[in-house]
């Protein structure tokens, strides 16, 4: 029944006027005019209902008086896109329905008001109901009621039956087909305030008719004070839109949409999501975590939904598209500078690697719950100073780096002036063993000479990446050499002659600009001595103090996205109606949520698991842990993302959800940091050696 009469509005509202004859009904507006909100229907609607209540004023109504003033100056700037036929007073009582309510619309009465116009007006006038209290006076309605056994839709189902059924009946062709849910959830208070402000004249002037003599209505009489409630109402739904704009980009539930001239991109977001459960009490109910570690998460997630969110379509559509898609957005720049300065800055440096003097202090239990929050969107990390790969760069600059590669490379690092990245993998060899590596680090009187093919170097894209953390196999006869003795780590900077960046790779299709993950030349480059790491051959005992803490920041970020997988699909399961039902009620979909919530509780607790081990027992102790969630969070992660896309359908696989780009990275780090085959063998083995100690394989005894 709800549905015919979303249906059919919808169907109003796609009509092809020209083709119908009825070009000429109202006035139209020139989509490419610069007056075109302030000359369209809207505003002359203001202007009119302005004037007749003028006319029927008996009292001033302060409320009343507020929407006069502002409705014409905070008219949105997508109102009326183009205009299309309006009903002008379309609700229930003006329905006429079939014999069987489910069979359909037989008849829509009272046209007197219908013209050319602005579509959501009739959308907002229909949904009235929703923003008004079961106790109003004038109009009773849903507000706070609960509608899950009703067989009524939620305002947002209601919206996004109406967007979905008018794409189809318009074909992509008219008025507000291209709008999305989330826009119109975020015009909605206008469009009520405007509906209201309606109300409260044609309630002003019934009241003013009882005074005459000449008003039909039994309670006429009460015209005044129903005026004055829906006066009062609307003006608190246009302070709410007022309050929303000056904020910046707010958004109500589910997308977000640009429009380019060569493309149109939509990103999918929550701007007031969960950001996931509560923490398990397991671990904040013991005293694991402190207070400030407390109020520091709560800052985090306060920041990451009222900053991040809000620019997160802009910044990552420049990344997508455009002339300057390898430099970095300056709204980074800005949200970085608000972070920083209400101390949500270098969180991820763990308390035992540098006593607080760096970073935070927080411990890596007490930093995997942030981390879970930044994963929610792929800007956060960077905004936080806590994205890879500098991350496990600076930590290696604090765990190994002299006082002079501190200063020259640390410093503007954890200032978040500059950005790094970690040549490691080749393209000629099996890197899963790191043993294999071609690349020569050669040492020549006071200079060390590079030489090598690199590439999926992360990061290295980025114009602010200014040093880069080489490995390589010492130069000479190694031989008498342990094999993880042969290889060292040298600071490389970016400028230095001989280092050439060879192309982007891309990732299923992404090149994440500006990152990017490039292949590189390293051809006779030549640096000092001195910036060796630690020295000579000691360049695994860097790489396994590095990709420890690495991997573990990879799976607390990779949670967060399955959460916002997760959240997203819920929001569209309750808002899709296929095969006469919500595919919420579906069994298969069910399903699928249950095994998600399950899947990521499971790997959020081996994930805060390991974490703990970590602080308790340190990062070569915790190894095994760092394994098992290694193993576990990615693939997690791919299982929950990939029933999101599934709930999407084709919208699911493209651009306009972060789902496709979140399961890519999913999939990356099922090789990124050791591929998982890797993992499961080193994991095996201690597992056997702990299990059987008296264990001794047929080779070992050879």
């Not at 119908?20 to 909100?37: A, I």
């Not at 600071?491 to 891309?506: A, E, F, H, Q, S």
Request: proline share 5%; with cysteine; charged share 20%.
């Amino acid at each position: 029944m709800y549905f015919h009469l979303l249906d059919s509005l919808a169907r109003i509202h796609a009509v092809n006027v020209d083709d119908v004859g009825l070009g000429s009904y109202g006035k139209k507006v020139d989509p490419s005019s610069d007056k075109r909100v302030a000359t369209g229907y809207i505003a002359r609607q203001i202007k009119t209902w302005s004037r007749n209540y003028k006319a029927a004023e008996t009292e001033v109504i302060p409320d009343m008086e507020f929407l006069i003033a502002e409705l014409p100056d905070l008219l949105p700037s997508q109102a009326e896109p183009h205009s299309c036929l309006v009903h002008g007073d379309y609700r229930m009582d003006n329905v006429l329905f079939k014999t069987n309510p489910t069979d359909g619309i037989a008849a829509i009465l009272d046209w007197e008001l219908s013209t050319l116009g602005d579509g959501l007006s009739d959308l907002a006038y229909l949904c009235l109901s929703y923003s008004l209290s079961p106790t109003n006076q004038f109009m009773k309605g849903l507000a706070g009621v609960d509608l899950s056994n009703t067989g009524i839709p939620t305002l947002e189902q209601a919206i996004n039956i109406y967007i979905q059924q008018l794409t189809y009946h318009s074909n992509n062709s008219n008025i507000h087909s291209r709008l999305t849910i989330d826009e119109c959830q975020k015009l909605m208070d206008y469009y009520i305030a405007f509906s209201l402000f309606r109300c409260t004249a044609i309630l002003q002037g019934v009241y003013k008719r009882s005074i005459l003599g000449n008003a039909s209505a039994a309670n006429a009489s009460d015209g005044l004070k129903f005026a004055k409630e829906s006066a009062h109402i609307g003006a608190q739904f246009l302070t709410k839109y007022k309050s929303n704009i000056a904020r910046g980009p707010v958004v109500g539930s589910t997308f977000h949409k640009s429009h380019s001239s060569s493309s149109n991109i939509t990103t999918i977001t929550t701007p007031y999501p969960r950001l996931g459960p509560e923490p398990p009490a397991l671990f904040t109910g013991s005293g694991l975590l402190s207070d400030r570690a407390k109020d520091t998460l709560s800052k985090v997630k306060e920041f990451v939904r009222n900053e991040v969110f809000p620019r997160e379509k802009e910044i990552q559509d420049a990344g997508y598209e455009g002339n300057n898609r390898w430099q970095h957005h300056p709204a980074l720049d800005e949200l970085k500078a608000k972070a920083k300065a209400q101390g949500l800055w270098n969180l991820f440096l763990p308390k035992e690697s540098d006593g607080g003097k760096y970073g935070a202090g927080f411990t890596n239990l007490e930093y995997a719950l942030m981390a879970e929050v930044t994963g929610h969107t792929l800007i956060a990390p960077e905004v936080f100073n806590c994205s890879a790969p500098d991350t496990g760069n600076m930590e290696v600059l604090v765990r190994y780096g002299t006082p002079e590669q501190k200063e020259k490379w640390l410093t503007p690092l954890l200032n978040g002036d500059i950005r790094s990245c970690f040549a490691m993998t080749e393209p000629g060899v099996a890197s899963s063993d790191a043993t294999n590596m071609e690349a020569t680090v050669r040492r020549e009187g006071d200079e060390l000479v590079l030489n090598g093919r690199k590439w999926w170097i992360s990061g290295a894209g980025d114009p602010r990446c200014k040093i880069a953390i080489f490995m390589g196999r010492t130069y000479g006869d190694l031989s008498a050499v342990p094999p993880h003795k042969r290889h060292s780590m040298v600071l490389v900077p970016m400028d230095t002659p001989g280092v050439k960046i060879i192309r982007p790779m891309k990732v299923m299709g992404y090149d994440d600009a500006p990152h990017g993950h490039m292949e590189m030349l390293f051809q006779d480059v030549r640096v000092p001595l001195s910036n060796v790491l630690v020295g000579e051959g000691a360049g695994f005992e860097i790489a396994q103090g590095r990709l420890g803490p690495g991997r573990i920041h990879h799976c607390m970020r990779i949670i967060g996205a399955a959460e916002r997988a997760l959240e997203l699909m819920c929001h569209r399961v309750t808002n899709r109606v296929a095969f006469g039902k919500y595919l919420a009620e579906q069994g298969t979909i069910q399903n699928d949520i249950a095994l998600s919530r399950v899947e990521i509780d499971q790997a959020r607790l081996l994930c805060l698991n390991a974490a703990y081990h970590m602080d308790v027992k340190g990062n070569k102790s915790a190894k095994d842990d760092i394994a098992s969630i290694k193993i576990v969070a990615p693939r997690m992660a791919k299982n929950v993302i990939d029933r999101a896309i599934q709930s999407f359908g084709a919208m699911g696989l493209s651009q306009d959800t972060p789902l496709a780009h979140f399961w890519t990275w999913a999939r990356i780090l099922q090789l990124a940091d050791g591929p998982d085959e890797v993992h499961l063998t080193a994991l095996a083995k201690s597992e056997i050696k702990t299990q059987t100690p008296n264990f001794v394989s047929k080779r070992s005894k050879k």
